[in-house]
Structures are given as C-alpha cells and as structure tokens.
C-alpha cells in the first residue's frame, strides 16, 4: 500500500517537473540537466545503499530515504510556487533526491524477501510490482488534472504528501519482521563478504556480462527518450504555453499512464507464472 501511493505521487512529480521545466524555459534543455543531476547520484549510491542495507536493515533505510524524499519534494513545491525554476535551484534538491532513490532501491527489493517464505517470493514480488506499477497507471491520470488546474506545485506537494504515507506504512511494519527472514536465509555466506563476491561472479559469469551490457544499453537509449523527448513532444504537439488548458496536460499524461498499464498486466502475468512455487533458475558459473 505504501509503495502503491508512493508510486502514484511519483508520477505526479513525473508530469510536473517536465511541465514546470519546459512552460517557464520553453526547451528541454534545463529538464535534460535537471534530470541528470538526479540521475548520476542516484546510480553512484544504489551500491552504498545496499551495504547500508546490510548494517542498518532495509526498513530502516527506506524509512530514512523516505522520509528525507518527502522533505525535498516538498522544497520543490516550493520553488514551483515562486516560479524559480532554474538550474540553481532545481538541480541541488534533484541532486539530494537521487541519491535518497539510490539509497532506497536496494533495501527496496531486500524487504519483501524478508517477509516471505521463498515459496511465496514470486507471488510476492509479483504483487509488490504491480502494486507499484499501479501508481504509475494512476499517477498520471492524477498529475495531469492536477497541474493544469492548479499548477506543478500541488503535484510535488502531492508528491511529497506520498512520501509521507510511505514512510508511515513502513513503520508500521514491525522491527522483528522487517529484519528476520520468514523463511530459511538463502546459502550466501556472510554479508560481509557479498561485495567481495560479486565482482569477481561478474568477471567469471558470461551471461551475467551480457546482462549488464543489456541493460546498460537499454537504459542509455530509453531513458533520455522517455524521460525528455516524450515529455517534450507532448508539450509542443499539443500547444501547451501555460496552465490554462488543462486538457493539454491531461493529455501529456496519457503515455505515462499507457506505460503502467503494460507494467501491470506484465507483473500480473508473473503472479501465476510457470515457474510459480518452483525453485528459480540457476546459473553455474564457468
């Protein structure tokens, strides 16, 4: 439930801030620096988070991550409502809510494993995954109505109102569930040692190598494409200058909104896979 609001207010901020970015400058290039002063801390401390993860416990972390997202996101409403978006002020707050993300996602993906026998982690991660992709259904469908009536600041209040509720549901978990496995811990050794692991699996492991590249490729072409040209084409093919059209920012929402409904029907269709309640593939490394 806390990931389902914090997902729908994520895409409230995901319609606001390339409309806050691209009415008051009139080009993409601010929104593509913006974007990229969240994007490099948030990928440099995905790795310090899942060491933080190991010493602190995973809801702790996204407790903190949370909760410090929610006071940055609120900060944004606020330089929205003055209307200062420009690089100076947008980009150091962008910059400390990367690296809060980055921090959150590994323990994010530590929590459910946690909670669950792994008999039940497909289900379980299926559900947790749809529920999240549900947001980013329904967080456009939100963000769009919301900013052209009343502008982007009330999307990163309603942003930051997500975070919130995030934080409150994960202390609502209690401690001793969030940091004892409901099942048996699977054979990985000490976690001390996970980091020492892992790289020398990465040189030794083809497949995990072509993995990587995969992804790393993929992103590198999706993510400027998505998050700046889709962004900026629905701004300028439906004549968007300002606030007072509020079908224009209803309609930059619609692809936000037909990604997440792809999400969910693909996270629904693993909730009952082939491989439900049977053991997950594995790998022998060469």
Known sequence: AGQFTSATGDSCYAVALPWLTLTEHGNAVLLGMVLACYGVPRTALIPVGGQLSDRVGARTLMLVADATRCILVGVLAVVALRHQATLLALGPVAALTGASEGLFIPPSYAL????????????????????????????????????????????????AASFAVSAATLALIPRRE???????PP????????AERLWPLVRRARLLQIMLVVVIVANLASDGTLEVAMPTLAHYRYGAIGYAAP???IRAAYPMACLGAGSVAGNLAGLRGPTAGRAPGRVRPA
Not at 127 to 153: D, K, Q, R, T, Y
Request: proline content about 11%; glycine content about 16%.
């Open 187 to 194: 054979e990985v050794g000490s976690r001390a040692g996970a």
């Open 112 to 159: 459910v494993p946690s909670l669950l026998p792994p008999a039940q982690l497909q289900a379980g991660n299926a559900i947790a995954s749809a529920a999240a992709e549900g947001g980013n259904l329904i967080g456009p469908a939100l963000g769009g109505p919301l900013v052209a009536v009343a502008g982007p600041a009330y999307a990163f209040a309603a942003d």
């Open 178 to 184: 969030a940091g004892q496995r409901a099942g048996p």
């Open 247 to 249: 079908r224009q920012a």
